[in-house]
């Protein structure tokens, strides 16, 4: 059974702060990814990685950073939060098949 | 880029109607369609999914039908259940990524 978990499922920082999500999978999958989700816009990509130490810009990087440097695990950073980066934080994993297993999300509150 | 749209954004349903979701795709070269189910407070799941070599799907009362040559694909739910409220997502696969649609609010009344 397919476990990917989040570090933190509700969060709150300041504005500036820098900030780490984290994401593990269990499953020895390859491909990973960050979506953030708001309310009409759907599931948008922020960043996703192929393998170790490799990613790729999603949709929207603007703000955002990520890092792989072990195959289970992808992390987002928020270099500087700002409060339109309040959001729900989704992560998601797949292995060479196409279906995308989905972390519990993080709730992140920037004041 | 690719560019999925969905509609409509909320759906009212009575219990044992059934509820249609459309999507619209703009990239010819998306080869794969899934449809997620979103509960409220909880993570997105997979419940049924289409490649672009075929044209209908059906899992007991679901079912999706793509049209390429439109470029658009449908979520078919059947006989309606309360428990089948919930938010769903289409999206659209090129080159890894899944593109997202905006989402459907599914609300069926007992």
């Known amino acids: 059974d397919v476990k990917v978990t989040q570090s933190s499922r509700y969060l709150v920082k300041r504005t500036g702060e820098k900030v780490f999500l984290e994401c593990v999978q269990d499953?020895?999958?390859?491909?990973m990814f960050w979506y953030r989700q708001d309310p009409g816009l759907g599931l948008r990509l922020i960043y996703f990685s192929y393998d170790v130490k490799m990613k790729e810009k999603g949709d929207i990087p603007e703000g955002y950073s990520v890092s792989r440097e072990k195959k289970e695990r992808f992390s987002l950073i928020l270099e500087s939060a700002s409060t339109n980066q309040t959001s729900m934080y989704l992560c998601?994993?797949?292995?060479?098949?196409?279906?995308?297993?989905f972390g519990p999300g993080t709730r992140l509150t920037v004041t | 880029g690719e560019n999925v749209e969905q509609h409509p954004s909320t759906l009212s349903v009575q219990e044992g109607d059934s509820a249609v979701i459309k999507c619209t795709y703009s990239?010819?070269?998306?080869?794969?369609f899934p449809w997620y189910k979103q509960e409220l407070g909880k993570r997105p799941q997979l419940i049924i999914d289409i490649r672009s070599n075929v044209g209908e799907k059906k899992d007991q009362r679901i079912a999706v039908t793509l049209n390429k040559t439109a470029k658009h694909f449908s979520l078919h739910i059947t006989e309606t259940q309360p428990e089948d409220s919930a938010v769903y997502f289409c999206?659209?696969?090129?080159?890894?990524?899944?593109?997202f649609g905006q989402g459907t609010e599914l609300s069926v009344k007992p």
């Open positions: 999206a659209a696969r090129k080159r890894g990524k899944l593109i």
């Open positions: 990239d010819s070269a998306s080869n794969y």
């Open positions: 499953m020895d999958h390859e491909n």
């Open positions: 998601a994993s797949t292995h060479k098949v196409y279906e995308q297993y």
